[in-house]
């Protein structure tokens, strides 16, 4: 894969909305993604989905919890572990730990996500290819769900952010805090290049997704 040159001038969030513009859209138009918000699947495939959503986020939270320095990047009004928790009681019923799974990609995922160890530059990478699009392409998500397979609130809290009153504020903070993070011109590609990484990742769980819920 062809690192992308990110010049010094733009922004990192800009350069990170740029330079992952083709995984972000391979991901998003994935057969799992297309069938789930179309009604094609079951309240079962987005439960295993929500099953991977803990996998990933308990290491990505985990990541940042353990940075010295986190670039303020690390917010408690993101932290989506005890909402997905919630969503798998709701969507599994009493003993909902002993009835999920993790695939295979999610624990590749995983296992990356524990390898940035205390790199800012790396949690900022897969947390704003998380967390951001949680806060922009997540809540159309959650109106798909509501829509097409009966969901309220139960077992699609993942999707609310109570202590967020105003979302595009917030993602602007959010973009700022990027932004403002000290890094030469050969970690901002590095950056670049592991969110690119992260989105790849992502495909790689909805494909195996995909492949256990075929209709």
């Known amino acids: 894969m062809t690192a992308i040159a990110v010049p010094q001038v733009v922004p990192l969030s800009v350069a990170l909305r740029e330079g992952t513009r083709g995984e972000h859209e391979t991901a998003e138009s994935s057969g799992f993604v297309e069938q789930l918000m179309s009604g094609g699947l079951d309240r079962a495939a987005y439960a295993d989905l929500a099953a ?3 996998a990933v986020y308990t290491a990505l939270e985990a990541a940042g919890a353990r940075l010295e320095d986190d670039g303020g990047l690390v917010f408690a009004e993101l932290t989506r572990v005890p ?4 969503d798998l009681a709701h969507l599994y019923g009493p003993g909902w730990r002993t009835r999920i799974r993790v695939l295979p990609a999610t624990q590749v995922y995983v296992d990356r996500l524990v390898q940035t160890g205390d790199s800012l530059p ?3 990478a897969h947390a704003y290819t998380r967390y951001l699009g949680d806060l922009s392409g997540g809540q159309i998500i959650k109106r798909m769900l509501q829509r097409h397979y009966g969901f309220t609130s139960d077992g699609i809290s993942f999707y609310d952010f109570p202590q967020i ?4 504020p917030f993602k602007d903070v959010y973009r700022e805090r990027l932004d403002a993070i000290p890094l030469d011109d050969e970690q901002r590609v590095a950056v670049v290049e592991e969110a690119r990484y992260a989105f790849r990742l992502n495909a790689d ?3 195996e997704l995909g492949a256990a819920h075929v209709r």
């Open 52 to 54: 991977q959503q803990l």
């Open 165 to 168: 009153h105003k979302l595009k």
């Open 205 to 207: 769980v909805f494909a």
């Open 122 to 124: 790396r949690y900022a």
């Open 83 to 86: 909402a997905i928790e919630q």
